[in-house]
């Protein structure tokens, strides 16, 4: 059985309980085909042959926590980046969000960029290229983000397919691989949780949480997971 690769990198087990979930769940993926790999756990040998898709959420590493990053951080972010390496050389379907973007950008050369950042909580985004993905969505559309880097320009290689007034929120490399900065698995509930997970983060001030997680609630987030569920019938990984 060709397998569905989910990539995690959060030590919160009711968090990626949760992401692993929405993930399938929003792509209606067949989820006797999934394999779960918990980078907090383990790095395995990456091989792709048995592969049909790749899905990677988010979690506490950065890319640009160079200097001073914890041993943990520093081996998943490098597992994250050869793993960027090879869907890129080959091709293979590929969603990446948040982390899975910034191993994108890592692999083509590029560098994430601590500080342009965005709290947890509803985004504008503007769709500037035509993609299927994306075809047929408002050409802007609020999604959740959450993040303490980010890329003002997609790095050589990538075309950037839409913004934020901050910064790239979604790129394409070759056909099928795709990073976005935003959460296409978030809904509000699952905006909620990580918000009082993460409040002593540094994504915000813990005194925001209560308005955080109110806007979240207010907000009319569906567009993304549109994305995550065409990702998954594209390539065959729904059931």
């Not at 048995?50 to 597992?79: K, Y």
């Not at 083509?108 to 035509?130: K, Q, T, Y």
């Amino acid at each position: 059985m060709r397998q569905i690769l989910i990539v995690q990198a959060r030590p919160e087990d009711e968090v990626a309980d949760a992401e692993l979930e929405a993930m399938v769940r929003f792509g209606s993926l067949d989820e006797a085909r999934v394999r779960r790999v918990r980078l907090d756990r383990a790095q395995p040998a990456i091989d792709l042959r048995s592969v049909d898709g790749v899905l990677v959420g988010g979690g506490p590493p950065n890319f640009s926590d160079e200097h001073g990053r914890e041993p943990a951080h520093a081996r998943t972010t490098a597992w994250l980046t050869e793993l960027a390496r090879q869907v890129i050389r080959d091709d293979v379907p590929y969603l990446g969000a948040c982390l899975g973007l910034g191993a994108i950008v890592h692999a083509l050369g590029g560098r994430m960029v601590r500080g342009i950042a965005e709290s947890v909580a509803p985004v504008e985004i503007s769709l500037v290229g035509h993609d299927w993905l994306t075809d047929g969505l408002p050409r802007s559309f609020t999604a959740f983000g959450g993040h303490k880097e980010g890329i003002a320009e997609s790095p050589e290689g990538a075309t950037t397919l839409a913004v934020s007034a901050t910064c790239v929120h979604m790129l394409r490399v070759g056909e099928h691989v795709v990073g976005t900065q935003f959460h296409p698995e978030l809904d509000h509930l699952g905006l909620e949780q990580r918000i009082r997970t993460y409040r002593d983060h540094g994504y915000f001030s813990p005194e925001e949480v209560d308005d955080l997680v109110a806007a979240g609630r207010a907000a009319r987030v569906a567009h993304p997971q549109t994305i995550l569920a065409r990702f998954g019938q594209r390539y065959g990984l729904a059931r």
